[in-house]
């Protein structure tokens, strides 16, 4: 990579950026040229082949989805292994699954934005695309897991031929709302966060076609003074916006376990559990993109060892509080006195979905206390594999709440136990598919780092750069 | 855990009850484990799907037979209906009419729901002396029978398209030579009957061939306690019981409640004794002596395991206890030996001084398998009890061929030396159902012409020259007589779908050679039945079903001389099965009977009351002998019986008799139709003519195969951890209460402790107190367990099957299921049922939480669903806590024939898949009963609207009505102290209540009983 800026020493810039002593945000020495170069230069270059492997791959399984998703039409939901005590599955496990990834992107675009913690910058972009993508592989599922998918407008709040409204008490259509409306204002916080960097795109497209469709995209953006300051403001509304919502979805997801009577869902911990749950996933599963991203695009310089140790502190945490509120669960239910509710659990730990449960448990729990090791936090090939097995134990969280308090609660004459078919693992596997189809068309197509924000990290970009030295370098690129 | 340990831990020290729900909770090896993490039934390829299979069946048969279906073909005899008389049929308004179902030598009484011509439901005729208004599983899929697309449609001859007018022709050729030979040569196999008609034309039979032989023969029958009383009294009489006279009952190998004949009056005299409405109460006492468990043993308040050998040595013994209690017992009846210690002497005792306590007010009863001499001693012991002329009456045979084995076995023989040229078969399955020694089918190709003349074109109608299309009873005339004698008539309720003859007509044409008009031959018949104005009489009998007062006269039988000599010359065995020789019992199904209902999908997908299993027979081991033999359930093992053998899949049952083993009869059929085909193992293969009902010598092997069962309550084995045992434990006994009689006087209140929600919301609760709010309450002291309600349930509400693969997965559709625990421990528990429909919560969990308000209350207290709203999220479903709400994973209905969809209810919608639906407490009849008030002007009166399963619960344990309405019969049970809401804790409120289940057992047997 050429650099066109003399050399700096990482300190200094630190020092000067941020007026305290920390490792560098951006390291070797960008510029505001060369971050343009870095970044816009990855989507002009010819498409690398492995790029078209990877699409490849995502398609087959994106069509693998499809074809499950026509038979699952055609035929009905009996191809999954659904039954009468387990009437979620695989469908409803992954959904939540899903939602809990697409925390992540909103919680560092907008939460960290507005703590104003730098360090976002490097990887807001991809990790808010990723929650799209995340949240349209959510919203696939309760879609397609009701019984008659043609008839689902009825849960629209819509003028309709029966005059009837839907069902205000039921949480499955607040999560309706919820995750509707989390994605809506994710869309517009990652589009707006977008505009600046589809004119620097547009600006340097050379082919007539990225010129129209850059142009259209980008708004008529110029750069000016005053759309800066109005783009400022309205990223600072949606990131105010976007903020409760991070909290919303996932309490409100929590709602259809925890209003319900079944022992093992009917429990008040859910909402903060499943918050802190989903920004633990969230953030494994950025960090399983961003290593991949990093090694494969060179981005090392702007997605640094910093960045990274610092999203494992968030996954030590959060881990640490899902851990808690697990071990809460069992002592309320001890405490409880109640015998179903104490059942619940102990047969979670112990009964036939054991396995599950400590595969959960494990993931979740234990293997992310490593992290309090400085070593083990900056080691790149450990944290990828722990964020492969937290997306892993956070899967089997899900799993281990909805089915094991269904196949075994009130009545012990209709337990049964809940055996996944070919078509549940068809269905998850495809809407990775979906996933990484929606995420390599994003990486080929868009910047993936968001040039605008990160020049805004650089030294060069205080005002106050370069006024206590000499040089009077490092100006606009 | 070991099962020593398991035990000990449901020793009776251990308070309070404990109930667990099967073998497998209690116990546990690693086997076992390993076998429930195999996930079995998504590779078990052994399974038969009939939702697959049925996707290759062929419509097209029953479309072209059905072509002239499309309008209604009413009878054009008159026939009068039973209850509303319109001047003119008004569409959507049923009809009802009464007719008989004949079954063997009984006869139901019916009333038929009929819609525009086309019968729909059935139910008990109110008049009727054997079923008092009430039928069971077997007689209400009798109506699937009629629409049975399987059913014979044409006359074939070798196997090819024939008409009737082809074989009227080729009989009456043959009829004129029979007549002039006197008959040599000609031979009939029938079904037993108790017919006037039918047995009028037997008679002209005889007179015309005199030379002509007549076999009569039963797969299962009561042949045995003819046989007894035969032996005792020296005459052919049919017992009539009367159970609700006896403060005492003993029952030696009997399902009196469900699978022995006269089931309906038997369960209901029973409940009459058995009812308690307070503290005050008395209610009788049950005895049980029986190899196996069976609803009447889950009723018993004393039940003892014993092999079905040992029975009559138990018999002997008891009354050589009652001789020593100065109960007249000839020494000549005894056997000789001493009593074997295998039998415990403390409880023969106390049985014996209740009995004698009870003179004249006790009952002994045997069942159908055990031999004649069990009956006769049996007999012996009612006399001596003074309980004959009380408990139980006897009546002439009227009418009646009578079922004979023996008959069976000389007409093989004369088969077999080519004495018979043609052999008439009415009815029946001999090449399926005879025993195996006879080798039947073989013996079908010696006659010159053989004529089967059945429904189906079955193992026995395939193989014979003639196969002639047999009418349903639905499609007949005909007329019968029920156990006390009460004449009663068949009317038909639709004319022969197929081009099928009845057999008043086919007997008609054997005898004279020509086919007349069964209507004209019954109505001869009835001509010298009826007394006074013939056609007045015959039209109120049309109307009524039954001819009123036409018991025929009860007999006073005295002992038999000869009955000394009879028991002498038949002792009972004084030893018992071993392992080298176990005893095999032969079992009628209670999906199949002997296997006639086998192409029935409600029956097979009925889960059996005991083993709650369905689409299959297995072999019902005890769980010492399953131990000792080293096999689990679902193991294939082989099992063999003098050098015949079949593989069957063990099942353990708890409180089964060692080194029995259980099977049942009616499965394995291969030319049943579509459903039936190839389901279960056919175990006539073991069975033979000297042993029909049990005998010892079998063997059992394990061998290495696997076979998936699809079981109801117990799936895949899984509840075998040791949490999860402690943990029904513990909840049980707030699901299921029960307390013994003595606890009961002592604490009135007991079952509703614990049950009360504080109520303290913010808000003010929805009032229910204006109009009517529906209600149930279910009696557990009286619920039998027998199935009846669920299929009542499954034809009025149009509820489909799903096949084997699904009830394995767990999607059975039943909107009402009979829930089963045991308590006590693995060798003598107890047994109860609890009948669990929608208990339409007034909070109900489910409403909340629909998103679409597909499932809302109404202003009666009644959650509904909205079908047609239902996206299908089953999040209803998972915030049920009865889990009563039934899923349409797929188009369930979609590959019904044609035909088998005239017997939906049209008052019922046919839902979709990707629906949920429940228990709607009959809506469509609350909604017909509330129209008639209207129209009339008035109220609803208590009791005018029945729903289904309360209609037919041979027991009356369910009642519904308005509970608003403080007089109501379901208000006063619910004011019971014994009332109690199942989890009513979590504050549903639920509309359906239960009362407490209660026994009655013998204050002195009480610690002997726990011990086991």
Sequence with gaps: MKTIEPNRSPSEIAVSAHGALESPLITGNQTFHSVTEKIAGILERKTPKGWYVGFSLAVSLLMLLVGTVGYLVWEGTGIWGVNNPVGWGWAIVNFIWWVGIGHAGTLISAILFLLRQQWRTSINRFAEAMTLFAVICALLFPGIHVGRMWVIYYFFPIPNQMSMWPNFRSPLLWDFFA??????????????GLIPDLATMRDRAKSRMKKIVFGLLSLGWRGGNRQWQHYELSYLILAGLSTPLVLSVHSVVSTDFATSIIPGWHTTIFPPYFVAGAIFSGFAMVMTLALIARKIFGLEHFITLNHLEKMNKIMLVTGSMVGYAYIMEFFIAWYSGNEFESFAFINRAFGPYAWAYWTMFICNVLLPQLFWFKKIRTSIPIMFTMTIFINIGMWFERFVITVTSLSRDFLPSSWDYYIPTIFDVFTFIGSFGLFFTLFLLFLRFLPMISMAEVKGVLPQADPHYGHDHASKKGGAA | MSTEKALQQLSPTADPKKYWTSLGQIEQSPEFQKMVEREFPEGASEMTDPMSRRRFINLMGASMALAGLASCRRPVEKIIPYVIQPEQITPGIAQRYATTMPFGLSAFGLTVESHEGRPTKLEGNHLHPASMGRADAFIQASILDLYDPDRSQLVQKNGKKATWAAFVDFWSKLYVSYLNNGGQGLAILSESFASPTLYRLKQNFTQTFPKAVWATYEPVSDENIF???????????QPNYDYSKANVVLALDSDFLMMDSENLTAARGFATGRRVAS???????????????????GMADHRLRLQSGQVGTFLATLAKALQRQNVKVDNRWLPAQNEPSSIDTAWIKELARDLVAN?????????RRQPAEVHALVFALNQSLGNIGKTVVYRALNDAAAPSTESLVELSKALKSGEVETLFILGGNPAYSAPADLAFDKLLTTAKQTIHFGKNADETGSLTTWQLPQSHYLESWGDTRSADGTASVIQPLIEPLFDSRNTVEMLSLITTGALPKAYDVVRETWNSLIPGNFEAGWRRVLHDGVL?????PVIHPAIDKKLATFLQAHPFPATSAT????????????????????NIGWLQELPDPNTKLTWDNAALLSHTTAQKLGVKNEDLVAVELKGRMISLPVWIMPGQADWTVVVALGYGRTKAGRIGNYIGQNTYTLRTSESLHFTRGAKITPTNGIYALACTQDFHGLDVEKLASEGIDRRLPTLIREATLAEYRNHPEFAGQESEFPNNSMWPDWKYDTGYQWGMSIDLNVCTGCNACTIACQSENNIPIVGKRQVAKGREMHWLRLDRYYSGNLDAPQMVFEPVGCQQCEMAPCEQVCPVAATTHDAEGLNVMTYNRCVGTRYCSNNCPYKVRRFNFFNYTKDTPEIARMAMNPDVTVRFRGVMEKCTYCLQRINRGK????????????GEIVVACQQTCPTDAIVFGNINDPDSQVSKMKKQNRDYGLLAELNTRPRTSYLAKLRNPNPELELSNHRG
């Design chain 2, 227 to 237: 046989a007894g009383i035969s032996a005792a009294t020296g005459q052919s009489l």
């Design chain 2, 579 to 598: 392992a080298a020789s176990m005893e095999i019992i032969f079992t009628a199904s209670a999906s199949t009977f002997d296997g006639r209902f086998a």
């Design chain 2, 548 to 552: 009123a007062d036409s018991a025929t």
């Design chain 2, 931 to 942: 129209q008639v008030a209207k129209k009339e002007n008035r109220e609803v009166r208590d």
């Design chain 2, 359 to 367: 003179q004249s007010q006790s009952l002994i009863v045997a069942g």
């Design chain 1, 179 to 192: 995750v509707g409306t989390y994605f809506t204002v994710s869309l517009l916080f990652w589009y707006t």
């Design chain 2, 279 to 297: 503290e005050t109460d008395s209610m009788n006492r049950l005895y049980v002596v029986e190899p196996a468990f069976t609803i009447t043993g």
